[in-house]
């Protein structure tokens, strides 16, 4: 059964609780909170929104990996995971360098050096999570904890093997992919021969679900695949025909954005409750707010 969850505004700590709570009343299954090179820190909002719920599920869409070192993103993830009692996802990706880089020329923008932190950190989040000396030859972030004392290491994860990770991963790039399947999710991309971005479709997300179940290893758990989208701008009966495709088609989560809502816009859709309520056929659209 697919899941429902809210990428929720950018806005503030107390404004994120609440609308976490207002979805964990209304039905939905998640909220997710975008992050940036400057704003309001995303782990923070996640923290109020952890003691404000009790069921949903929190993440990050995504956290930029290049902007954070990896001991960081896995200590502030460990804090949440704690506080939430194992409710938390890391949503990773490269970044959206058109989203205000320009003004720190200190970042790395480069294409392949961002792939490159994004794999590293994949590889050490998985390897802190366990909470076992190791070291790690990263090209960018190289580690030695076998020179630290283990009681100086922070618990373990409430979720176990680690942390479920969530990886954006471009269709049909196979170096790409193979970054996906070290992962826990994919937010994937449509990408052509040309490198110009397309739209996704269930027959995409087929594919996908066919490829990560072909090469994942077996026994590695659950794997998501989550697709987003607007179905509130949808009539009932096209939005319920479509997420059913999406859910024929192997899509565990649709998220529905609320990027460029307020926040009174936002709390009055995440009251209608998931659209598998009012989507069905022979049901008007309710409006939106």
Same mark, same amino acid.
């Given at each position: 059964?697919? &899941? ?55 993440? =990050?869409?995504? =956290? ?7 001991? &960081?993103?896995? #200590? /502030? ?11 938390? =996802? ?53 580690? &030695? ?20 990770? *969530?990886?954006?991963?471009? *269709?049909?790039?196979? &170096? ?77 989560? *649709?998220? /529905?954005?609320?990027? #460029? ?16 309520? *009012? ?11």
């Amino acid at each position: 059964m697919m &899941k429902y969850g809210l990428a929720l505004p950018y806005t503030d700590p107390r404004a994120a609780a609440e609308l976490a709570r207002l979805a964990e009343e209304a039905g939905w299954d998640g909220v997710f909170m975008g992050d940036a090179i400057w704003t309001m820190d995303p782990m923070i909002c996640l923290s109020a929104a952890a003691l404000a719920t009790r069921r949903i599920r929190l993440g =990050t869409m995504i =956290t930029p990996v290049p902007l954070r070192k990896p001991w &960081k993103i896995a #200590s /502030e993830s460990l804090a949440l995971d704690h506080l939430s009692n194992g409710r938390m =996802t890391l949503g990773l990706g490269t970044g959206a360098v058109w989203m205000g880089w320009q003004g720190f020329p200190s970042e790395v923008t480069g294409v392949r050096e961002r792939a490159e932190m994004l794999d590293e950190t994949v590889d050490i989040l998985t390897l802190l999570n366990q909470r076992k000396p190791f070291d790690y030859d990263g090209k960018h972030f190289p580690l &030695k904890l076998t020179l630290l004392d283990e009681m100086h290491y922070p618990p373990r994860p409430v979720q176990q093997p680690r942390i479920p990770l *969530w990886v954006v991963a471009a *269709w049909p790039r196979m &170096k790409s992919m193979r970054r996906a399947l070290k992962c826990d999710g994919i937010l994937p991309l449509k990408m052509e021969a040309d490198g110009k971005f397309s739209e996704l479709t269930p027959a995409d997300v087929a594919e996908i679900k066919a490829y990560i179940d072909a090469n994942r290893p077996a026994g590695e758990g659950p794997f998501d695949i989550i697709v987003e989208g607007k179905a509130r701008e949808m009539e009932a009966q096209d939005c319920a025909a479509r997420l059913a495709a999406w859910a024929i088609a192997g899509a565990t989560w *649709w998220i /529905e954005g609320l990027w #460029s809502e307020n926040v009174e816009q936002a709390a009055a859709i995440i009251r209608r409750g998931p659209p598998e309520r *009012w989507a069905k056929p022979g049901r008007l659209r309710p409006s939106p707010l």
